[in-house]
């Protein structure tokens, strides 16, 4: 009888971890707050797709989701608070693509980009877009990059952060154009596009969300934009490539991750409801009108992109003297 009693004992004991995933995948997410930290200020690129997410995620799940901001260091602030954050399903980071840069300018980070995450899915892909200041008189981009060369490092040019997706758009179109420019880290875009448009700065690679009104508004001048294609809502703005210098474009995408101990059906239900949200035609109107584009995989396909980036990023930032100013 004793025997018996073990074995049912054991048997149990097997069933235990299945069972505790189970509950956490059924009962997740409890009509509990759910913490979308965003590590760059409100108003940026990444700001501005987490809160169109979080619109449409929270009546889907059926749970409030709060955005909160946690700007500095390249992101690594908000990262890091992420990273030491309870595995619980409620608090998750929203990260752009400098996630992937931000080992090899940081290499005394209080988290392991790699061991620290799980991703989530990749949200959205967002070209960048080069703006002057009307006034500083740049006719094209071969004219910002002539007189750039003729006065090698009097110029200079801002970035939402070190190690941002801003900063590492304009370090790949400064290696490209061998160009000698000096750079102006912000807390954020909001910040780099007002000095631009003061004439403070004489370049910015913006988000195209963030930059597109003040362009209509004539306070911005779109010289370039710097992903592989032109954006649908500047068709007129010609890609970097196109303007004569390869290899110049880069990829700004926006993605989700949890803690890494975060339960998987946990991150794999965020997941299957992320991508019906992301597909959505309302939710595609408003990315369409930004100048976005939906990129959504599975979570190990994300995190195997993770991987490849962090390695050719560690090559850029090398190769380019990318420093923490």
Do not use: C
Not at 36 to 42: A, R
Not at 292 to 303: C, H, Q
């Amino acid at each position: 009888m004793k025997k018996i009693y073990l074995n049912f004992i054991f048997l149990l004991a097997s069933f235990a971890p299945m069972l505790t995933v189970a509950h956490a995948q059924e009962a997740w997410p409890k009509g509990q707050t759910i913490r979308f930290i965003v590590p760059f200020t409100p108003g940026s690129g990444t700001d501005v797709i987490a809160r169109i997410l979080a619109n449409k995620l929270a009546d889907s799940l059926g749970a409030s989701i709060f955005v909160e901001n946690k700007p500095g260091a390249g992101g690594t602030i908000g990262a890091g608070i992420v990273a030491k954050s309870n595995p619980d399903g409620y608090t998750f980071l929203i990260q752009s693509s400098g996630h992937v840069v931000n080992p090899s300018l940081y290499p005394g980070l209080s988290y392991d980009t790699l061991k620290d995450f799980a991703g989530v899915t990749s949200l959205a892909q967002l070209p960048n877009v080069l703006v002057t200041s009307p006034s500083a008189g740049y006719k094209s981009l071969a004219d910002l990059v002539s007189k750039a060369l003729a006065e090698p490092g009097a110029k200079n040019y801002a970035s939402a952060g070190n190690g941002s997706a801003t900063h590492m758009n304009a370090e790949k179109f400064k290696l490209a154009a061998k160009i000698n420019a000096k750079h102006i880290p912000y807390r954020g875009t909001p910040d780099a596009i007002t000095d631009v448009m003061a004439g403070r700065i004489d370049w910015f690679f913006s988000p195209i969300v963030s930059a597109l009104p003040l362009i209509k508004d004539g306070k911005l001048q779109a010289l370039a934009v710097g992903s592989s294609k032109r954006s649908s809502t500047l068709p007129e703005v010609p890609t970097t490539v196109e303007m004569g210098i390869p290899n110049s474009s880069y990829i700004f995408w926006v993605g989700m991750f949890a803690p890494s101990k975060t339960p998987k059906p946990i991150i794999d239900k965020m997941n299957a409801q992320i991508i019906q949200v992301m597909k959505s035609p309302a939710v595609v109107a408003q990315l369409d009108k930004l100048g976005a584009e939906p990129m959504l995989m599975a979570p190990n396909k994300f995190d195997q992109m993770v991987r490849d980036e962090m390695a050719a990023a560690a090559i850029i930032v090398k190769e380019s003297g990318m420093v923490v100013n």
